[in-house]
């Protein structure tokens, strides 16, 4: 019990419960490894290059968006049609639109205290 008590005051404590309040306790990393195991996910085995070029595009879509991806299939020799860009486009925008409006709510909260 002792060797529990603190940890248990530790993860009960208000600031942190304030913080998963806002759904803050996401950070970028979190983000990036779960875009990477979207690409290979945990339950399936891989390899070591899976894994890596797993990390390597989930850090281009994490970074740059989907269109590098386009960019890398184009070098590839695949034919990138109108709608692929069209797709790659839309959800580029969702992604710069779903963070613009988390930071402005993040802001109205913080005016609000």
Request: proline share 3%; aromatic share 8%.
């Amino acid at each position: 019990m002792t060797v529990i008590k603190p940890i248990y005051d530790s993860v009960s404590s208000d600031e942190l419960l304030t913080r998963c309040l806002g759904s803050e306790t996401q950070n970028n990393n979190e983000s990036l490894n779960s875009l990477i195991w979207t690409f290979a996910p945990k339950h399936i085995h891989s390899g070591a290059q899976i894994i890596e070029i797993a990390t390597f595009i989930a850090v281009c879509i994490f970074n740059e968006g989907f269109i590098p991806i386009l960019k890398m299939m184009t070098l590839m020799g695949i034919k990138i049609g109108t709608e692929a860009h069209s797709f790659a486009v839309r959800r580029d925008n969702a992604r710069i639109d779903r963070s613009v409006f988390m930071k402005s709510r993040k802001a109205r909260c913080m005016k609000q205290e």
